[in-house]
């Protein structure tokens, strides 16, 4: 790592505030960062791994860090990362990834995950949930939210989005995220969005269920319906999936009178009909 690219890493992380008193500081909060970063880009999953990692490449990290006192102990390391403000961190890390990633992010998606084993029952804490987006393309986290449980998200996701750099990238999210306020955010923010719609949406989705079977039925020309399927199989099972799409301009908006769904342009069904053990069954 030549002294620029550190000094540029440096730059992204200026903005984290230092928590810890002045007197107390023995080593400085962007050599522990920057050994952190580093440590774990090598494998290092937890503060004795890092403190490990710092210690043996200690001559390599001088030649661009201060490192007043040598490296952190794996304690101090701990102590730091658990005082310093997470949101400040994000927000200067997804900086640095946007800077440094090679490939353009197109598709982020957002979904919300409970890690099973995370609970401490003993001490009433629950397992923890994540809402997190994910850039398909560079198979990367870009930021994570946690939340109480996924009833949660719905609040999670408009602060997860303010992280990110949407312009001209194409936003998934399932049905949970399937807001008009989270549709008129990501607009805002120059983005795209593909939301998945159930009866959460009750009047919606009662719309486009009906337009789709009367579509279907009639293959009337004015819906502009058109479809493409794909075929695969594996594990003794063959899968169909069909999906057709409407995009008139005149049927859209029907759908969306007043444009609550912001720039709403088309809406899509997805049937998936499964083949297995002599079975077949139709999503």
Same mark, same amino acid.
């Given at each position: 790592m030549p002294p620029s690219r550190e000094l540029a890493l440096a730059a992204y992380f200026a903005a984290v505030d230092d928590p810890r008193i002045e007197r107390t500081r023995a080593h400085n909060l962007l050599d522990s960062i920057i050994i952190t970063i580093c440590a774990v880009i090598c494998g290092a999953d937890d503060w004795v791994g890092v403190a490990e990692f710092g210690t043996s490449k200690h001559a390599w990290l001088k030649q661009f860090l201060e490192l007043p006192n040598g490296i952190p102990s794996h304690d101090t390391f701990g102590r730091v990362f658990a005082r310093?403000? %997470?949101?400040?961190?994000?927000? !200067?890390? &997804?900086? $640095?990834?946007?800077?440094?990633?090679? @490939?353009?992010?197109d598709v982020i998606a957002i979904d919300g995950k409970t890690h099973r084993g995370s609970h401490d029952r003993p001490n009433g804490q629950a397992a *923890?949930? *994540? @809402? !997190?987006? $994910?850039?398909?393309? #560079?198979? =990367? @986290? &870009?930021g994570q939210v946690a939340v109480d449980d996924k009833s949660n998200e719905i609040t999670a996701i408009p602060q997860l989005l303010d992280l990110l750099d949407l312009r001209d990238c194409t936003v998934t999210i399932d049905a949970m995220g399937c807001q008009t306020a989270i549709a008129t955010k990501i607009r805002d923010r120059q983005g795209h969005y593909v939301l998945a719609l159930k009866a959460n949406q009750a009047t919606l989705y009662a719309d486009v269920q009906a337009l789709f079977a009367d579509a279907r039925a009639a293959?009337? %020309?004015? /819906?502009?319906m058109t479809s493409a399927s794909d075929t695969t199989s594996g594990h003794g099972r063959i899968e169909t999936r069909t999906t /057709?799409?409407? #995009?008139? %301009?005149?049927?859209?908006? /029907? &759908? #969306? %009178?007043? #444009?609550? $769904?912001?720039? =709403?342009? !088309?809406?899509? =069904? @997805?049937?998936?009909q499964r083949t297995a053990e002599g079975r077949t069954t139709t999503e």
């Open positions: 310093i403000d %997470p949101k400040q961190f994000q927000e !200067s890390f &997804l900086q $640095w990834i946007e800077a440094v990633q090679t @490939v353009r992010t *923890l949930h *994540l @809402v !997190s987006a $994910w850039a398909a393309e #560079n198979r =990367l @986290v &870009l293959k009337q %020309p004015e /819906y502009g /057709y799409v409407i #995009n008139d %301009p005149e049927v859209i908006a /029907y &759908l #969306n %009178p007043g #444009n609550h $769904w912001r720039d =709403l342009a !088309s809406v899509a =069904l @997805v049937e998936a």
